[in-house]
């Protein structure tokens, strides 16, 4: 028997959540992020301190889609107080590594001795910084940061080489709630 779900979360104090048709934007002290949410028959509404999500009729895959709507949601109102911040480790054992951030790129030169340099680009409202052999990436959204996050690691990837000697790279070290190391 399909039953109607509703899931209430309170707005923290210094947040404001505004909903128009399906786009949710959450602003906070630290920023802003947006994001649209839209699936038949799930509704989201922001009024009176609270966010509610709702659903009537709801099958076991609406409220899957509402369970992740929740989690996105809690995500938003979290990014917006304190920014996720992931860190990665610059790792040079065979070539030394040049490793600088110039305008909305990531510049790596010299890996493993290649003339060319491998560029990564930035998601707006992404702060990338580099510090030794350190690199951290800010930013109140949690799937942007991840996704620079990801392209960083990627960007140094080696293919047809030995894993086991040449470890040359840049590796995360620290995510958002946990430690790696």
């Given at each position: 028997?399909?039953?109607?779900?509703?899931?209430?979360?309170?707005?923290?104090?210094?947040?404001?959540?505004?909903?128009?048709?399906?786009?949710?934007?959450?602003?906070?002290?630290?920023?802003?992020?947006?994001?649209?949410?839209?699936?038949?028959?799930?509704?989201?509404?922001?009024?009176?301190?609270?966010?509610?999500?709702?659903?009537?009729?709801?099958?076991?895959?609406?409220?899957?889609?509402?369970?992740?709507?929740?989690?996105?949601?809690?995500?938003?109102?979290?990014?917006?107080?304190?920014?996720?911040?992931?860190?990665?480790?610059?790792?040079?054992?065979?070539?030394?590594?040049?490793?600088?951030?110039?305008?909305?790129?990531?510049?790596?030169?010299?890996?493993?001795?290649?003339?060319?340099?491998?560029?990564?680009?930035?998601?707006?409202?992404?702060?990338?910084?580099?510090s030794g052999t350190e690199v951290k990436v800010t930013g109140v959204s949690r799937e942007k940061v991840g996704l620079?996050?990801?392209?960083?690691?990627?960007?140094?990837?080696?293919?047809?080489?030995?894993?086991?000697?040449?470890?040359?790279?840049?590796?995360?070290?620290?995510?958002?709630?946990?430690?790696?190391?």
């Amino acid at each position: 028997m399909k039953a109607e779900i509703k899931s209430e979360m309170v707005i923290p104090e210094g947040v404001t959540v505004n909903v128009a048709d399906t786009l949710v934007t959450v602003k906070g002290p630290k920023g802003e992020d947006s994001r649209e949410y839209s699936y038949p028959g799930v509704g989201i509404v922001a009024d009176g301190g609270k966010v509610t999500l709702s659903c009537s009729n709801a099958s076991k895959r609406e409220k899957r889609i509402l369970s992740t709507f929740l989690a996105h949601v809690k995500n938003m109102l979290r990014g917006v107080r304190t920014p996720f911040e992931y860190k990665l480790k610059i790792c040079s054992g065979h070539f030394p590594m040049n490793v600088s951030v110039s305008g909305n790129k990531l510049v790596v030169k010299n890996f493993l001795g290649e003339k060319h340099p491998r560029e990564c680009s930035f998601v707006e409202g992404v702060s990338v910084k580099v510090s030794g052999t350190e690199v951290k990436v800010t930013g109140v959204s949690r799937e942007k940061v991840g996704l620079v996050t990801g392209r960083i690691e990627q960007l140094c990837r080696i293919t047809n080489k030995d894993r086991r000697i040449f470890q040359d790279g840049i590796y995360i070290v620290k995510k958002p709630g946990r430690d790696l190391s």
